[in-house]
């Protein structure tokens, strides 16, 4: 399967999942400036912020996340259908599943299957990604061995 018909098919099944909780959502145009998306969490610590829905509740829903220079996600994995990611500044290391790890830079897209264990670095310095799921979400992790 071609790239183009990959991406193109993702969209259509994003599209498809997305009609609930469109219907759900505000009918008002939003549009939020890059001063007015507030992070939360500690500057030495994983930030996060909502720019778009509830991650908490069933819909659409966009968030941020402000890694700090070296900062280590250990594995985990999610169990939202659709979670596609936008890498917006920086570059990180990241493993889905048995990979090898990548190298994602700034512009980088890629897409989190449910349930998938992953894993996230940002060694080379501050990086920001943007995720577009599909709610609720939740966070799983996964127990690593003593060494």
Do not use: N
Request: aromatic residues 10%; proline residues 10%.
């Amino acid at each position: 399967m071609s790239y183009a018909r990959m991406i193109f098919l993702l969209f259509c099944l994003i599209a498809s999942l997305a009609q609930p909780a469109f219907a759900e959502a505000d009918d008002r145009p939003l549009m939020k400036l890059p001063q007015e998306i507030e992070y939360t969490g500690a500057a030495d610590q994983l930030q996060t912020a909502v720019v778009f829905g509830d991650p908490t509740k069933p819909g659409l829903y966009v968030q941020r996340f402000r890694f700090p220079p070296g900062l280590k996600v250990p594995p985990h994995w999610h169990p939202e259908e659709m979670r596609t990611v936008v890498v917006l500044s920086g570059r990180i290391r990241r493993t889905m599943g048995r990979e090898q790890t990548h190298r994602a830079s700034a512009r980088s897209f890629f897409y989190e299957p449910p349930h998938v264990p992953h894993f996230a670095w940002a060694k080379d310095g501050e990086v920001i990604l943007q995720l577009t799921a599909i709610g609720p979400t939740g966070t799983t992790a996964i127990p690593q061995k003593s060494q």
